[in-house]
Structure formats: structure tokens, C-alpha cells
């Protein structure tokens, strides 16, 4: 039971970068999936998370407007657009799950797995 974020990279400040979260060993659906994200130096903070069962979505206020969550059952994928990114929001990115802002089942913080780096820089 592992979660798995992939979609990382480099890129230049405006541009866009779409990270995935999968999974193996159990479907996606009754979970409320989040995605966090951690600086050097800095606390990890909450971006966005997608309710499991009317599909609600939360944002943090520094990624609002920019930044979409979106789930595809069939794939059992949770991905995370991102666009007109910033040099703050250079981070590792982690999925796991945020019952704080939206509702479904957790996982703890064991079946997270490594996150992925987005790095924002001209």
C-alpha cells in the first residue's frame, strides 16, 4: 500500500508542470487525497487536497488560481496542474491524504512515499 508522486521537473517561472499520484495495492476513490510540499528550511504546507465523495476540492491561498487537483478513477491517478508557477513554489511535492480540509479515509504518513522535486528557475 504505497503511494507514489511522479511528474517533477525543472522549469521556467510561468510555465506549467503536472505531477500524478498513483497508487498499487488498493483504489484511490475512498480517500481524500492531498498534496503537500516541502522547502529547504520550511515547514511542509498543505496545497490542495479532492474529497473522496463529492469530489470538493481545497487550495491553499498561495496556489489558488493557479494550481487544479483533479482524480481519474479509471487510472486511479490524482494529478496536480500546476501553472504560472513561481520560484516559490520550488519544493518537493508529496500525495498523501488531508482529512483536515477534505473528507474521505487517511493513510498514514508511511504509505506517502517519496515525493517528487519541482524546481522553478530561469
Known amino acids: 500500500v504505497q503511494l507514489q508522486a511522479s511528474g517533477g521537473g525543472l522549469v521556467q517561472p510561468g510555465g506549467s508542470l503536472r505531477l500524478s499520484c498513483a497508487a498499487s495495492?488498493?483504489?484511490?476513490?475512498?480517500?481524500?487525497i492531498g498534496w503537500f510540499r516541502q522547502a529547504p528550511g520550511k515547514e511542509r504546507e498543505g496545497v490542495s487536497c479532492?474529497?473522496?465523495?463529492?469530489?470538493?476540492?481545497y487550495y491553499a491561498d498561495s496556489v489558488k488560481g493557479r494550481f487544479t487537483i483533479s482524480r481519474d478513477n479509471a487510472k486511479n491517478t490524482v494529478y496536480l496542474q500546476m501553472n504560472s508557477l513561481k520560484p516559490e513554489d520550488t519544493a518537493v511535492y508529496y500525495c498523501?491524504?488531508?482529512?483536515?480540509?477534505?473528507?474521505?479515509?487517511?493513510?498514514?504518513?508511511?504509505?506517502w512515499g517519496q515525493g517528487t522535486q519541482v524546481t522553478v528557475s530561469s
Open positions: 495495492g488498493y483504489t484511490l476513490d475512498y480517500y481524500a
Open positions: 498523501g491524504t488531508d482529512r483536515w480540509y477534505c473528507s474521505g479515509y487517511g493513510l498514514p504518513e508511511s504509505s
Open positions: 479532492i474529497s473522496s465523495s463529492d469530489g470538493s476540492t
